[in-house]
C-alpha cells in the first residue's frame, strides 16, 4: 500500500525566509508520480507540480523548487523569499502506474499548514 | 485555460436527505474522480470513472454513494442518505492521461 507522510503540520516564517516542506513517501511499484497541490484558504486545490519515479532531476520554477530523492523516498519543496501569498495548506500525493489502463488515485499526505507573516 | 467546475459550490441538507453534487471536468478528458476532505483532514480518494464506469473506488465509497455521467459533459456524485459525517469538501477532479489531475474548486457539503 502506497503511503505519503507530512510530518510537519504547520510552518511559520516571516515574509522572505526560505522555507522546505517535507514529504516522504512509501510505494512498491517502480513507477510513480509524485505531486504538490497548494491549498489557499479559499479551499480549492492548485495543481504546482507533477514529477514521475524516472526523472530525479530537480526542477525550479520562479520562487519553487523541488528536491526529489529516490534513496531516501523523499520529495521535498522549497519556497524561496517567501510572501504572504503563500500562506496554504500543501499537500503532497502519490499515484502508482495501474498496468496498462493508465488511471491511477492520488493518495495525499497530511498536508503542511503554512503561515507567512509580514 | 479550461478548467473544471463545480456545483454548488456549499449544499446544505438535512440528514436522510439524497444530494447530487455536480461537476463539469476539462472536455477533452478521460478520467474523472472524486476525492473528500473531511474539515482540517487530508484529502481521501472516493472513486475513478473511465469509459462510462467505475474503474476503482475506496471503502468510503459504500452503497450510500454513487456515480454518473448522464451526458457528455456532467460527472455527478450522489449520496442516497446522507449522514452527519458526510459533511465535507467533495472535489471532482479529471485527467487527460490518468496521472496529473485537476481539481475543481470543491462542494462543501453541509448535513445537518
Known amino acids: 500500500a502506497q503511503k505519503v507522510t507530512q510530518a510537519q503540520t504547520e510552518i511559520s516564517v516571516v515574509e522572505k525566509e526560505d522555507v522546505t516542506l517535507d514529504c516522504v513517501y512509501e510505494t512498491r511499484d517502480t513507477t510513480y508520480y509524485l505531486f504538490w497541490y497548494k491549498q489557499p484558504p479559499s479551499g480549492e486545490l492548485v495543481f504546482l507540480i507533477r514529477?514521475?519515479?524516472?526523472?530525479?532531476q530537480n526542477e525550479i520554477s520562479g520562487r519553487y523548487s523541488w528536491n526529489f530523492q529516490k534513496s531516501t523516498s523523499s520529495f521535498n519543496f522549497t519556497i524561496t523569499a517567501s510572501q504572504v501569498v503563500d500562506s496554504a495548506v500543501y499537500f503532497c500525493a502519490l499515484s502508482e502506474a495501474e498496468g496498462n489502463s493508465g488511471y491511477s488515485t492520488l493518495t495525499f499526505g497530511k498536508g503542511t499548514m503554512l503561515l507567512v507573516s509580514p | 485555460e479550461p478548467e473544471v467546475t463545480q456545483t454548488p459550490s456549499h449544499q446544505v441538507t438535512q440528514m436522510g436527505q439524497e444530494v447530487i453534487l455536480r461537476c463539469v471536468p476539462i472536455?477533452?478528458?478521460?478520467?474523472f474522480y472524486w476525492y473528500r476532505q473531511i474539515l482540517g483532514q487530508k484529502v481521501e480518494f472516493l472513486v475513478s470513472?473511465?469509459?462510462?464506469?467505475?474503474?476503482?473506488k475506496s471503502e468510503i465509497f459504500d452503497d450510500q454513494f454513487s456515480v454518473e455521467r448522464p451526458d457528455g459533459s456532467n460527472f455527478t456524485l450522489k449520496i442516497r442518505s446522507t449522514k452527519l459525517e458526510d459533511s465535507a469538501m467533495y472535489f471532482c477532479?479529471?485527467?487527460?492521461?490518468?496521472?496529473?489531475?485537476?481539481f475543481g474548486p470543491g462542494t462543501r457539503l453541509t448535513v445537518t
Open positions: 470513472f473511465y469509459n462510462n464506469e467505475i474503474s476503482e
Open positions: 477532479a479529471s485527467s487527460i492521461s490518468g496521472y496529473e489531475q485537476y
Open positions: 514529477r514521475n519515479s524516472f526523472d530525479e
Open positions: 472536455s477533452n478528458h478521460l478520467y
